[in-house]
């Protein structure tokens, strides 16, 4: 992750706080019609992820590159389109109503930015297997064997769907659960982190395991208890305690990706 310096810093820094605050009034005041809400939460995420990460090992690390600043217009103007016509879109028949070429060319870019934000923030090989379902959906009557399908999608009706729905594709359910619900745990997980509570759970399962055998691993799963009875979300649980216990299980011996597969189970 990029360390930005200077006014780009703090630009960037502002619009996160922006991003937080929202979440943290919607939480209080009551969450937008889901379509809105969930393309404001994109607005607002995607264009950090492009910020915040770079392209390549070869990229800039200290400022944001040109193409960064196209990956960030691409992914603002198709969630800023949905909200300006969430009230429309609300209205239409999905699957009924044709979908115009502006709908296929703003889908096609949101969905773009969503597949380059996964490959910088997630990995390559969850690029590649989204692209690879995504591809099924249009090839499937042209496949051998098993994978061969009669009905094929159009290249429309499918960004209709990744786009367009209400209930599926980037703007779907999952992405309802992230705004309305685990945006929410993740921020209480970082004040949490900076304000010495969560150091406090450390302490406690350092106290009761730490002296076995095994320790660290104890630790991961003691801690992740303690924070587990105050936070609904796994995700905000992994990131909360295993900034201090996956670096605690590498010091000792453990394999990365053995520290990394024991935290996320106890986070469950």
């Not at 706080?17 to 939480?27: G, Q, S, V």
């Amino acid at each position: 992750m990029r360390k930005l310096d200077g006014l780009v810093g703090w630009a960037v820094g502002a619009y996160a706080a922006a991003a937080a605050l929202f979440h943290i009034w919607t939480a209080y005041a009551g969450v937008w019609e889901p379509r809105e809400m969930r393309a404001t939460h994109l607005m607002f995420l995607l264009p950090l992820t492009f910020l915040l990460f770079p392209a390549t090992p070869r990229s800039p690390t200290r400022r944001p590159s040109v193409g960064d600043g196209v990956w960030v217009v691409a992914s603002l103007v198709p969630t800023i389109w949905v909200i300006v016509n969430a009230q429309a879109l609300t209205e239409r028949w999905e699957g009924v109503h044709p979908v115009t070429l502006p709908q296929v060319v703003l889908g096609t870019l949101l969905v773009l930015a969503v597949l380059e934000a996964s490959r910088r923030a997630v990995g390559f090989w969850f690029f590649v297997t989204t692209l690879a379902f995504m591809a099924f959906l249009i090839l499937a009557p042209w496949l051998p064997g098993f994978l061969k399908s009669p009905r094929a999608y159009s290249y429309p009706r499918l960004i209709e769907m990744f786009f367009l729905y209400a209930d599926e594709g980037v703007l779907g359910t999952l992405t309802g659960i992230s705004s309305n619900l685990l945006m929410i745990f993740i921020l209480f997980a970082v004040v949490m982190l900076h304000s010495g509570v969560g150091q406090f759970f450390m302490d406690i399962s350092i106290a009761l395991a730490g002296r076995f055998r095994g320790g660290p691993a104890k630790v991961a799963v003691v801690s992740s208890a303690l924070y587990g009875t105050i936070s609904g979300s796994s995700v905000a649980d992994c990131y909360a305690t295993g900034t201090f216990t996956i670096p605690l299980m590498k010091k000792i011996g453990y394999r990365p990706e053995i520290a990394g597969a024991i935290e996320a189970a106890a986070s469950c």
